[in-house]
């Protein structure tokens, strides 16, 4: 019989990826809360909100995020093209996560020469806004099977940090 492990037990090497997560105006506590889950797990550098403003005292954020919100470092922007300027400035390669005509399915790219990320993901209903999509050059996707065009955005910035990590320099040479 196998037996689930805790937390300690597990024996994963912490590793730090050089991801930064930009959230274009989210607006769901779940979502965030998962977002907080997500970059725990895969131990992205931060988590940059821009747009609205986060609610990080919510009740449902704080249940979807168990203690994560204190373990990951976060920062609000209102403006997110000047929050995307500056990390590009910075050396982040800027990718969209989202279906556009000149998207690339995730699974297919690889980020081999890339040392250092932002992932923009954008708004439940709207997606990124098209202004700050505009400036991204690297547009990726989830290739999907159903009928349905587009995810939740927790769980396809999930889907993204796994597809990324896989490749990246650091994980790679392992």
């Known amino acids: ?9 597990h ?11 930009l959230a274009d105006n989210l607006m769901g506590d779940a979502n965030i809360g998962s977002l907080f889950r997500l970059a725990d797990a895969f131990n992205i550098e931060k ?10 005292n919510s009740n449902r954020l704080k249940r979807t995020a168990r203690a994560t919100v204190d ?11 000047e929050a995307l300027a500056n990390y590009i400035e910075l050396g982040y390669t800027p990718i969209a996560l989202e279906i556009t005509e000149d998207s690339k399915p995730l699974d297919k790219v690889h980020f081999k020469n890339e040392k250092k990320i932002v992932l923009v993901v954008g708004n439940e209903r709207h997606g990124i806004a098209p202004a700050l999509l505009e400036k991204i050059p690297l547009k990726v996707h989830i290739t999907m099977f159903g009928r349905n065009s587009s995810m939740n955005v927790s769980q396809a910035a999930g889907i993204a940090f ?5 490749t990246l320099p650091s994980l790679a040479e392992k």
């Open 47 to 56: 988590i940059v909100f821009c747009g609205s403003p986060v609610n990080l």
């Open 71 to 81: 373990n990951v470092s976060n920062e609000f922007w209102e403006d997110p093209e």
């Open 1 to 9: 019989m196998s037996t689930q492990l805790s937390h300690k037990e």
């Open 11 to 21: 024996g994963t090497p912490v590793q730090r990826f050089p991801i930064i997560l």
């Open 162 to 166: 796994y597809e990324i990590s896989k």
